[in-house]
Structures are given as C-alpha cells and as structure tokens.
C-alpha cells in the first residue's frame, strides 16, 4: 500500500510502554522530530532533545507538556554545524545519563545555498552527516552500555538515521579519494549536494550495523512530508510557497511522516534487518515500491566502509 494511505498499518498508538527506556532525538522543536518526541512521551520514554535554538526548542517542550502532562523531556543544545557544539552535547548527555537506549539522528538541513561548516565541510554533508556520525561516535559507550543490559530483549537499543528518498539525487555517489569530496560538493547542484548528504546517512547505518551488532541500526525515509525543513528551499518564492501550502493541507500530516521512523525507533526489530533503509511504513527495500527503492550506492557496503574509514580519520583530524 503506497504511503498515501491515509490509514497506515501502523499508528502511534501501536508504540509499546517506553517506560525505563531514554532516548535522544536531534533536531526534535519542530516537524517530524517534534512529532516523534510528543508520540514517545506519550509511551513513558525518558527524552532529551538536541537542537540549536533554545528558544525553539524550550517551546517545542511547553508544546508536548501541554499534550503530555507528565512527559519527561530536557533539552540539550547542538548545532551539527560545529564539532565543539557536538563534543558539547555529547558531554552533557554523559554527565546525566550512563545509557542511551535510542538515537534518532532526525536533525537535518535541505537544499541550502553553498556554505561551509565549522569545519570546512559542504554545509549540508556536514550538518546531516558529520554532525551525526560524531554525535553517535562520541554516544556510542552509552548506547554499548544500554545494549549491555539490554542484551536478549530482541535488539531494544537503537539508532535511526532519518534519511530521505532524494539521496537518489546523489548520481555520482560520493567520492571519496584524497581530495575529491569537496571538489564534487562545490561544483555539483544544491539537490545533489542534499542527496550526497542522505546517501550517507543511510550509508553511516548501514556500517553502524556491521561494526556494532549488538545495536540495531537502521535508516528510515519520512515519504514526502511538507515539514518545516522545506523553508530554506521555499524562501520567499510566491509559487513555491502556493504549492507548498498545497502539499502541506493535502499531503500526509507530520505525524504520518513520523510514523517510520517511530517505528524503527519501537517496533520488534529482527536481526537480518540490521542496517536496513526503510520506507513507509516499517518496509524494508525488497517490500518497496519501484519509485521507493534505494539506489545502487546506497546497497554499496564497500562504500559505506570507505565513509566510515574517511568520517573518521576527518573526525579524529579534528581532535575527535
């Protein structure tokens, strides 16, 4: 059943009891991060929210008290933009809490005119992708310890990477030989630039699998969701934003968008599946529709070695 559907299999109500179980959402004041930690609150999940604008975020939780009088919610703040800002948030989260049962790295920018991180990297590659591989490097001994304890509870600890279909837009791959990513990055479209950026986080999963079995890592897509990341790329355009406001009242809500990812944060999670791309709802790519598929790099796993391999060495340049 496409993702149209406006009665999917799969509902918020459907979460099992959180209760005991902490969980970290990046980006979460608004849209589909908004929308996941209200759900969870919901379901007794200990929650702490990373993002860059205190004031957006400090209203986002009034929001979710207000629906969830009793949820247990601490914001954090973090701009993926800025190693010292992640190395930041890792830090407070470690000083508060030993374990980690859940990460949803749901934080992310789209369609952004050329600019460069703090680091120097694309700033879309380095917000969607640099920003969270340091953030679940620096996370990991908390999500190791939780998957410890945890051990025999079919995979309770979890990292989702909220990802996209357009990292099909990514038709060149990635290229990562010495000094060619930048290059690439420069000189190829903002819509490329988006999809080098969700090719690697689904890529980033993937080789989280592989290197940490005893976490189930995976990469959900949204569907076409009309959530506050389109701004940037709506602007101040008339049509644009006539079509946007169109999508938005007829399309999926924010909730239905978030409805995959809350899935792949709660649902029974099974041990082939590990590092899976997961579409709407709780369908793995061989369940996909043919417009929902991933594409040939994203099934690459020597590639998503060779990410790995370079987010490190990048990472650990960078004293981290």
């Known amino acids: 059943m496409p993702f149209t559907s406006s009665t999917p299999a799969f509902t918020a109500s459907a979460i099992p009891d959180q209760s005991g179980r902490t969980i970290l959402v990046t980006g979460g004041n608004t849209g589909l991060g908004k929308a996941t930690l209200q759900a969870l609150a919901a379901k007794n999940a200990k929650l702490y929210i990373a993002s860059r604008t205190e004031s957006k975020a400090l209203a986002a939780v009034a929001d ?23 190395a930041e948030c890792a830090r407070l989260f470690l000083r508060h809490e030993r374990k980690l049962h859940c990460l949803v790295n749901n934080a992310g920018v789209m369609a952004l005119p050329y600019a460069l991180t703090a680091e120097g990297h694309e700033i879309q590659f380095g917000t969607n992708h640099m920003g969270h591989f340091l953030l679940t490097r620096l996370l990991m001994p908390a999500l190791q310890a939780a998957a410890e304890e945890e051990e025999g509870r079919k995979r309770w600890v979890r990292i989702v990477n909220v990802t996209s279909l357009g990292h099909n837009m990514a038709f060149r791959g990635i290229n990562l030989e010495e000094g060619k990513l930048g290059p690439q990055l420069k000189n190829a479209s903002t819509w490329e630039r988006y999809g080098v950026a969700k ?35 709506v602007g101040g355009n008339f049509i644009f934003k006539a079509c946007f406001n169109v999508m938005k009242m007829a399309g999926p809500s924010v909730e239905d968008g978030a409805l995959n990812q809350l899935w792949c944060a709660t649902a029974e999670a099974k041990m082939e599946d590990n590092g899976e791309y997961y579409v709407p709802v709780g369908r793995t790519a061989e369940k996909a529709w043919w417009h929902e598929k991933p594409s040939s790099y994203a099934k690459d796993r020597e590639l998503a070695t060779k990410l790995w391999e370079w987010s490190e060495e990048n990472v650990k340049k960078h004293g981290y």
């Open 199 to 233: 090719l690697a986080n689904i890529l980033h999963a993937r080789e989280l699998a592989k290197r940490y079995p005893n976490i189930h890592s995976v990469s959900a897509h949204p569907g076409v969701i009309m959530s506050d990341l389109y701004s940037s790329f």
């Open 64 to 86: 979710i008290k207000a629906a969830v009088p009793d949820a247990d919610i601490t914001f954090l703040p973090l701009d993926l933009a800025s190693f010292a800002s992640v």
